[in-house]
């Protein structure tokens, strides 16, 4: 039996964060804090399922804060931090990187500084249970060649994007604060995401509302880069199952094995809509754009690690949770209407 646990999850109105979130208030006893600042893409709709729930606490609060963020732990008492709060979109990054450097670095420094100084106010059990989950990307690795091996834990860091940068940033200050402090922490790297409540600027989401709204579909180059997919829902096990059995100072990859040309993953969408019947605009072709600056051309990850020592491994197959998927945002127009004509276009002066 699992004593019942605070859990702080950073970024729990996100798109991982808050299916992390549904995950664990509606499988297990514990209590969770979700501290989000609600950016663009924060999404207090994906919560609507939990959120009365006498174990969930919201905070709407920026991580930069460090002020608010003393508070919180001084108020809730965390037995875990799962820090999910990140700006995460690559080609925003290079129209924009303040505001990735601000929240993937400053704001992963500040959380540290802050669990750091509560853990160490801790003694005894609470203090030796106590664990900081720090959830980061693929990216970091760079990219690798069409013959190459998939990245491991021991990869060596090579960083494309401002995006990509800040996360790696973010990764070495979490492993400085466990060699320098002793703070228990956990890293996993994850490959792409898909599933419900994904904002629409990210490939899959983004397609269907294309497909939806009769809109040409944009790839980049010729869609020859290749990325893993993992259900988020896979993703989340995995995470609390790190929390359950991972080592302190180690990193983890979390993949499917499962690799995808982008053209090739947008053609298969296309075909689960002609499947399911369902009609499709003559303007919803796919079109084929100039390549954006320094874009990674294959990320695949080897996930033995996390499979051998934690006995996890993903278990969706990528086309039922695809068609899943579909079937979900098609059951739920109305939020990737809000979603984009609320969010995406006013904020960002961009057409979905």
Not at 42 to 49: A, H, R
Not at 190 to 217: R, V
Request: with cysteine; net charge positive; charged share 25%.
């Amino acid at each position: 039996m699992i004593n019942k646990k605070n859990i702080l999850i950073t970024g729990g109105a996100g798109f991982i964060g808050s299916a992390l979130v549904r995950n664990i208030i509606q499988k297990t006893e514990h209590s969770v804090i979700n501290v989000d600042k609600l950016s663009y893409s924060g999404n207090l709709q994906s919560l609507e399922s939990i959120e009365e729930s006498k174990n969930y606490t919201f905070e709407q609060v920026d991580i930069c804060d460090e002020k608010e963020l003393h508070r919180i732990f001084k108020e809730n008492q965390p037995d875990i931090v799962m820090h999910l709060a990140a700006e995460s979109h690559v080609d925003r990054s290079i129209d924009g990187p303040s505001d990735f450097i601000q929240t993937n670095i400053v704001g992963t420094f500040n959380l540290l500084e802050q669990s750091k100084n509560y853990w160490q106010s801790l003694e005894g059990d609470k203090k030796g249970n106590f664990r900081f989950l720090h959830v980061s990307t693929d990216e970091v690795y760079g990219d690798l060649a069409v013959t190459s091996n998939s990245f491991s834990e021991d990869s060596t860091y090579s960083p494309s994007s401002p995006y990509s940068a800040s996360k790696a940033s973010s990764d070495h200050l979490v492993r400085a604060w466990y060699r320098t402090y002793d703070l228990p922490v956990l890293i996993t790297n994850c490959s792409n995401n898909y599933g419900p409540y994904q904002f629409p600027e990210k490939l899959i989401p983004k397609m269907i509302s294309k497909i939806l709204n009769n809109k040409k579909m944009p790839i980049y180059a010729k869609g020859q880069n290749s990325r893993e997919w993992i259900h988020v829902r896979d993703h989340c096990e995995a995470l609390f199952m790190l929390y359950l059995k991972g080592k302190s100072g180690e990193s983890y990859n979390v993949g499917s094995g499962i690799n995808y040309k982008n053209i090739d993953l947008v053609k298969y969408i296309i075909k689960i809509f002609k499947q399911k019947k369902i009609k499709i605009g003559n303007k919803a072709k796919i079109i084929f754009v100039k390549d954006r600056p320094g874009h990674d051309f294959r990320y695949a990850l080897n996930s033995r690690k996390i499979f051998k020592k934690i006995k996890w491994k993903s278990r969706t197959n990528v086309k039922k949770g695809l068609s899943e998927t579909i079937d979900w945002y098609l059951n739920n127009k109305k939020f990737l209407n809000k979603i984009s004509k609320k969010n995406y276009e006013k904020r960002l002066g961009l057409k979905l």
